[in-house]
């Protein structure tokens, strides 16, 4: 008996967006079948959306499960999904291909994902468009303020800086960041009404790089009450997240042949309240939200528990994780360093980023090895474990290594 065939097109070409894929999809019993990677999206091009489209249409009869990232699809990618100057209009047509093999096709599993665009928050326009090297810290942070004071929990103070903000930045990019947009959260609410109609059996629309303010966050707030008010909260889920949705909406069609709803234990190295530096919530929302396209609940009884999550969250604040290689260096080596480094090391020891850093490295509100021993009791006792290291971002807890 042949394995199911799952087609789908990814994200962009990079390997949690493509190989990754093929990992799960084997380790799932499933064929995935893929584009060719020249095809894709990356940050420094545009994916070739006649090619993707001609190729979803053609596979599309072969597979008993199509997944597609809409914004490969509508904009030829992640990064081009922020820089593209295609209309509504224009990114609509390329996408109406999915409405006609629902049509064509209406007993294939179809999954779809668009992306809620970020608003980076650093001067760096490697990613997006040119005047972000200049003005996209005061974006962000015009975007956060406004935001805030939307939601009336603004101080005084903060009026007068976005006052400042609006003066500071040119009013053409402003409204030329705002139009883009506009435009995105149009083709989202668009994919809402798709999986209501039963166009998708399941949408999701990840919020990327999150924070609990801004005007990303207001499109969240409005597509989630919209989503609620036509009724499609079974089909469609909105939370923090991006490059693991593929895998996610794999899988759920994965749980859904097997008819399997997972049941979740979760343990804690700490506290489970900190929200990590890209999100919204505690890790314990953010849990929930990933076990939605799955059916799956949090469990808190072991015995009925289909696996126990073991997570090690930040204490405080989630730490950088490169930057504990050099804040571990003891006193010999820092000694051993050249004069110039030693006096880096220490000043940045006392920079925000580097102290927060610094003390989640130290913290005694995380207990590691009572942690590891609890990982071990359950191991032993022949429970189903998996562990997720999100203490710092970026890499892992050089503690718990």
Not at 25 to 44: H, M, N, Q, S, Y
Request: aromatic letters at 8%; hydrophobic letters at 45%.
């Amino acid at each position: 008996m042949s394995n199911p065939i799952v087609g789908i097109i990814p994200l962009d070409d990079r390997s949690v967006n493509y190989e990754c894929l093929q990992m799960l999809g084997e380790a799932a019993g499933f064929d995935v079948l893929l584009p060719p990677k020249a095809w894709l999206g990356t940050p420094w091009r545009a994916g070739d959306t006649a090619r993707l489209h001609a190729w979803l249409v053609d596979y599309a009869p072969r597979a008993e499960a199509l997944i597609v990232a809409v914004d490969t699809l509508g904009y030829g990618g992640l990064v081009n999904s922020r820089r593209s100057t295609a209309s509504t209009e224009a990114v609509l047509q390329r996408l109406e291909c999915l409405l006609q093999i629902k049509q064509t096709h209406p007993h294939t599993t179809l999954l779809a994902f668009n992306v809620l665009m970020r608003i980076t928050r650093g001067n760096d326009a490697e990613e997006e468009k040119a005047y972000w090297a200049d003005y996209g810290a005061r974006i962000f942070r015009l975007s956060y303020l406004e935001d805030r004071a939307a939601m009336a929990v603004g101080a005084p103070a903060e009026a007068d800086e976005i006052a400042t903000l609006r003066r500071d930045i040119p009013p053409e990019l402003v409204a030329d960041f705002l139009a883009g947009r506009a435009r995105n959260h149009a083709v989202n609410r668009t994919m809402v009404d798709w999986a209501a109609s039963g166009v998708f059996d399941y949408l999701i629309i990840p919020q990327d790089d999150t924070v609990e303010y801004g005007w990303n966050i207001a499109e969240s707030r409005r597509l989630r009450r919209y989503v609620s008010e036509i009724g499609a909260t079974a089909r469609v889920s909105i939370y923090p997240g991006t490059d693991e949705t593929t895998m996610l909406l794999l899988a759920r069609y994965a749980a859904q042949r097997a008819s399997f709803a997972p049941r979740v234990r979760l343990r804690y190295s700490g506290a489970d309240h900190i929200v990590t530096a890209y999100e919204d919530r505690p890790m314990t929302e953010m849990v929930k939200a990933h076990l939605g396209p799955l059916g799956g609940v949090v469990c808190d009884d072991p015995a009925a528990a289909d696996i126990t999550l073991f997570v090690n969250a930040p204490a405080e604040v989630q730490g950088n994780g490169p930057e504990q290689w050099p804040l571990a260096l003891t006193e010999v080596q820092i000694a051993g360093l050249p004069a110039r480094s030693q006096v880096a090391l220490a000043t940045y020891r006392q920079h925000s980023n580097g102290a927060a850093t610094l003390r989640e490295m130290f913290t005694v509100r995380r207990d590691l090895p009572e942690f590891v021993r609890a990982l071990s009791s359950d191991l032993d006792t022949g429970r189903t474990c998996a562990v997720v290291d999100v203490a710092f971002v970026n890499a892992g807890d050089l503690a718990l290594g």
